[in-house]
DNA sequence: CCCTATGTTCCCAA
DNA sequence: CTTGGGAACATAGG
């Protein structure tokens, strides 16, 4: 569920929280989240984000990186960081009977707070690097968007435009979501062919994308589902969604029918009307 | 029962 | 090798 704007306000609500703070404890309530070890007596130095995934790293080289995937949420509780999981005055006021939240997966204490990791779906990730990171992403559509370099790789590729935007290898941090709203304000049809993208087409879409996802992030994300951020607050960007789910309605701006279709088996949401667009 | 879901990975076919 | 499609993962909600 969280994109780039989603994982970004995470790590920006993180950074005051935990940079310079010290792990007390781990936690892993779901197995299937694997050993997560090494981190107690360590020392938060950095929040960063990598396309959609979290990293905190760690003084003394190492770090830990989190995916959310589908439904995984972070939620800070200030506070209580050492006491015993199950004692009362640690719990929270909608806890599950052992001073945790449903779908809670992961817990990571501090002296001052402590970090929750909850996932209905159980897809989120939490892995430990001994060094550095082991993150193999394309750039962001801040940092290394090349419109030159991304038109000389499209060239003997044929994949939909929409495809290669949420190709975490090639552009990191869109999904399905941002895809839609990015290709409307570009006014590109979402099926349309990339190896016939001009440099000035590719320009289009990252400047859409630097407006799309710099309003979002300001947003604190969209919650059109269950996207909280840190401390539990659904996001604004939802307020301002430009097609993504709003099929059978008007389009904003030339007023035709807004569509539904799948692409890749992901609903693609968008305006037949005005995403036509071929060349510049 | 059906379908849908903000993500990634694996398998398989062309 | 590439690409593209679908299923799987596990769960909730309509």
Redesign the pocket.
């Known amino acids: 569920?969280?994109?780039l704007p989603?994982v970004e306000t995470l790590c920006r609500q993180l950074r005051p929280e935990i940079v310079g703070a010290e792990i007390v404890a781990t936690r892993v309530i779901d197995s299937?989240l694997g050993g997560i070890r090494g981190l107690k007596g360590r020392t938060v130095k950095g929040v960063t984000r990598y396309?959609?995934?979290l990293e905190m790293e760690l003084e003394g080289g190492g770090s830990l990186v989190l995916?959310?995937?589908?439904?995984g949420r972070l939620l800070w509780h200030k506070g209580n960081g050492m006491l015993p999981w199950n004692n009362r005055k640690g719990m929270l006021p909608w806890h599950n009977g052992n001073g945790m939240l449903?779908?809670t997966r992961l817990v990571i204490s501090f002296p001052h707070g402590k970090i929750s990791l909850i996932d209905?779906?159980?897809?989120a990730t939490a892995t430990v690097h001994r060094k550095g990171n082991c993150i193999s992403l394309g750039s962001d559509p801040f940092n290394g968007f090349d419109p030159s370099h991304l038109w000389t790789i499209a060239q003997?590729?044929?994949?939909?435009v929409k495809?290669f935007l949420?190709d975490?290898r090639r552009i990191a941090g869109?999904?399905?979501?941002y895809a839609c709203e990015i290709l409307y304000q570009a006014r590109m049809d979402p099926w349309r062919?990339i190896n016939g993208l001009s440099p000035d087409d590719w320009a289009a879409i990252g400047q859409a994308a630097q407006e799309i996802l710099t309003r979002a992030i300001a947003c604190r994300?969209?919650?059109?589902?269950?996207?909280r951020d840190l401390f539990g607050n659904a996001g604004e960007h939802q307020n301002y969604l430009l097609v993504y789910g709003r099929e059978g309605t008007g389009c904003y701006r030339c007023g035709g029918r807004i569509e539904?279709r799948?692409?890749?088996?992901?609903?693609t949401y968008y305006c037949p009307t005005c995403q036509n667009h071929e060349g510049g």
């Open positions: 569920m969280p994109e989603e299937k396309g959609k995934a995916h959310l995937r589908m439904t449903p779908h209905p779906r159980r897809f003997q590729c044929t994949l939909p495809s949420m975490q869109i999904g399905n979501i062919r994300g969209t919650s059109v589902s269950d996207w539904r799948k692409l890749s088996g992901r609903g």
